[in-house]
């Protein structure tokens, strides 16, 4: 079974600077997506950022970024110049695509998040 | 568009009591996934619904059943309630081979 880990249960950062968040995530799989959601206080669960296992380049929207190690099996976020609507949790997800056409979309297999904190 | 809306948003129950959950997918979606999210926790998957059958599920013990609608809503019944089934309910759709969009949640408090 595939597991999902993030090390770091909170992070603090200062406006407008850089932060990492880690995430490893273990499988025997070679086809598979990673993502990045992010989860405010509202309660949705907001999709930051996906990777597909399979592309060697790093995937980017705006100020989010990923460095996707797959060797090494880690798939970590980078968020520059952050602001304050960017605390939040943020949890590193993993989708398997074995099977997807007889089964249909597989589940999501979740890290146990990391709370980031914004500082004015 | 509406998105994925999920009801009630919040609820209580006492031990032992049966609770049903709703979902109604984003418009276009035909996979409807549950999961739940205990204070502090990454969601766990409970089970995944599409073309009205449960086509996966997760480490959830029978007393939680889902259905899915000819409209591709769903539900979650939960029976014989447990303190430790107090958790938010998330719900998620989507395409069968897209990503998933998800609902705010129900948050369940069992006492």
């Known amino acids: 079974a595939q597991t999902v880990t993030q090390s770091q249960p909170e992070m603090s950062v200062q406006e407008a600077e850089t932060v990492t968040l880690s995430c490893t995530y273990d499988?025997?799989?070679?086809?598979?997506?990673l993502f990045w959601y992010k989860q405010p206080p509202s309660r949705q669960m907001i999709l930051v950022i996906r990777q597909e296992a399979y592309k060697q380049q790093n995937a980017t929207e705006n100020r989010f970024s990923v460095n996707f190690q797959k060797a090494a099996k880690s798939f970590s976020l980078k968020i520059s110049d952050s602001q304050l609507g960017d605390a939040a949790m943020y949890f590193c997800a993993y989708r398997s695509e074995a099977g997807i056409i007889i089964q249909g979309a597989q589940k999501l297999v979740f890290g146990q998040g990391t709370r980031l904190t914004i500082n004015p | 568009d509406a998105g994925v809306t999920q009801s009630p948003t919040h609820l209580i129950k006492t031990r032992g009591q049966q609770v049903t959950l709703r979902c109604s997918p984003k418009?276009?979606?035909?996979?409807v996934s549950w999961y739940q999210q205990a204070l502090g926790q990454g969601p766990q998957f409970i089970f995944q619904y599409y073309e009205e059958e449960e086509r996966q599920r997760g480490n959830f013990p029978d007393r939680f059943s889902g259905h899915q609608f000819p409209n591709y809503s769903s539900e979650l019944n939960v029976n014989a309630l447990l303190l430790g089934d107090s958790a938010l309910y998330l719900c998620a759709s989507s395409r069968r081979t897209g990503e998933a969009f998800f609902g705010q949640g129900t948050r369940l408090t069992v006492v």
């Open positions: 499988t025997s799989e070679s086809d598979y997506y």
């Open positions: 418009s276009g979606h035909d996979t």
